[in-house]
Nanobody
Framework: QLQLVESGGGLMHPGGSLRLSCAAS????????VGWFRQAPGKEREAISC????????EYADSVKGRFTISRNNANNAVYLQMDSLQPEDSAVYYC???????????????????WGQGTQVTVSS
């Protein structure tokens, strides 16, 4: 399996911002779509955003649309999730995962991704 590492989580007050990073080692992310997912205690893992390997096509779940922005920097071999206007309901462990293939699309489905990072905790609280 490919190795992905998330970073950038932490504690933030409501209305604040965080930027998560997903870095790959020992392989290039150029040939993979990357998705961001989150899982709150007692809830199922939720796909919240993804970016395609070709063309940078993005998708967002309704719960984060307009507040979160996914981007990729192939030179840095990383994918980012800019999270603005954070709310307490955004608290969760956030994961990134990769989907192999050169496609001009990505999908918001956990089953489509086969390599996962270990997750980073995001807590939004006053």
């Amino acid at each position: 399996q490919l190795q992905l590492v998330e970073s950038g989580g932490g504690l933030m007050h409501p209305g604040g911002s965080l930027r998560l990073s997903c870095a790959a080692s020992e392989f290039t992310l150029d040939y993979y779509a990357v998705g961001w997912f989150r899982q709150a205690p007692g809830k199922e893992r939720e796909a919240i955003s993804c970016i395609s390997s070709v063309g940078g096509v993005t998708e967002y779940a309704d719960s984060v649309k307009g507040r979160f922005t996914i981007s990729r920097n192939n030179a840095n071999n990383a994918v980012y999730l800019q999270m603005d206007s954070l709310q307490p309901e955004d608290s969760a462990v956030y994961y990134c995962a990769s989907m192999p293939g050169m496609f001009r699309l990505c999908v918001l489905s956990t089953s489509s991704y086969d390599s996962w990072g270990q997750g980073t905790q995001v807590t939004v609280s006053s």
